[in-house]
């Protein structure tokens, strides 16, 4: 199978099982299964993750033996969200600019945050977890209307913007409906896929035009399998 993982460190373990889920808002997570040559990386490592030949960069947040076999839980990003962070008083701040700093303080690289356009007059960040922070920003941002997306870039980044379906140019012929729910609107797409299948896509499912919004590739040995959940 050809998903790998390299640490920091620069050694590269093999992935012999696993799931990648890429919801519609939030991060990226990978649960796998490392090959019997591996080795379990350090909690906190902060890891490139090679699927089928994209990149991602995150970091292990678990490893551990699960019946004898390697396990490790990785999150896109630098896996620092649920940093405590102290209270801190702001005026007269856009909530991207607040989110930088929630993002900066707590050890994450800040990208895209336009999304977070809204100006606040006075704005008050409780004690507690950054991902706290970020998420009553976004509650903020929400409910005035707009519909937006948080994700980690793959480069490892921390984005929040607006949400805007495209057109997946790639998504053409060589991909076809292995299954479809319509009424749950699930469907299994392939073959011959690669990973680069996002939420906010628009592709062709059923021939219909619809918007992935999350997504779950099943890497097992010798098979990838996507998983998409889509709206009309």
């Known amino acids: 199978m050809d998903v790998t993982l390299t640490t920091d460190d620069q050694v590269t373990r093999s992935i012999v099982r696993g799931n990648l889920m890429i919801p519609r808002s939030g991060l990226w997570t ?8 591996a080795s379990l990386p350090p909690v906190g490592s902060q890891v490139v993750l090679n699927a089928y ?3 991602r960069y995150g970091t292990v947040i678990e490893a551990g033996e699960e019946y004898l076999q390697l396990r490790v839980r990785v999150i896109g990003g630098a896996g ?4 405590e962070l102290p209270p801190q008083s702001y005026t007269g701040y856009a909530l991207g600019d607040i989110a ?3 993002l900066s303080e707590c050890g994450e690289r800040p990208n895209d945050l336009s999304g977070l356009n809204l100006s606040t007059q006075r704005w008050t960040r409780s004690q507690g977890p950054a991902s706290s922070g970020i998420r009553r920003l976004i509650n903020k941002q929400r409910s005035d209307g707009n519909e937006i997306r948080m994700l980690a870039e793959h480069t490892g980044e921390i984005s929040v913007r607006q949400w805007t379906p495209y057109v997946f140019s790639s998504f053409e012929p060589r991909y076809a409906d292995l299954a479809i729910w319509p009424q749950d609107k699930e469907a299994y797409i392939g073959p011959d896929l ?3 299948i996002e939420p906010e896509q628009i592709v062709s499912i059923f021939d219909r035009q619809v918007t992935i919004v999350r997504v779950l590739y099943e890497l ?4 990838l399998r996507c998983k998409v ?4």
Do not use: H
């Not at 990978?30 to 040559?37: K, S, T, V």
């Not at 097992?220 to 098979?223: A, H, L, M, P, T």
């Not at 959940?229 to 009309?232: A, D, G, L, S």
């Open 53 to 55: 030949n994209t990149l």
């Open 100 to 102: 930088r700093d929630i």
């Open 80 to 83: 620092k969200l649920e940093t």
């Open 194 to 196: 690669n990973t680069t």
């Open 229 to 232: 959940w889509y709206e009309e």
């Open 220 to 223: 097992q040995e010798d098979v």
């Open 30 to 37: 990978l649960d796998a299964l490392l090959g019997d040559d």
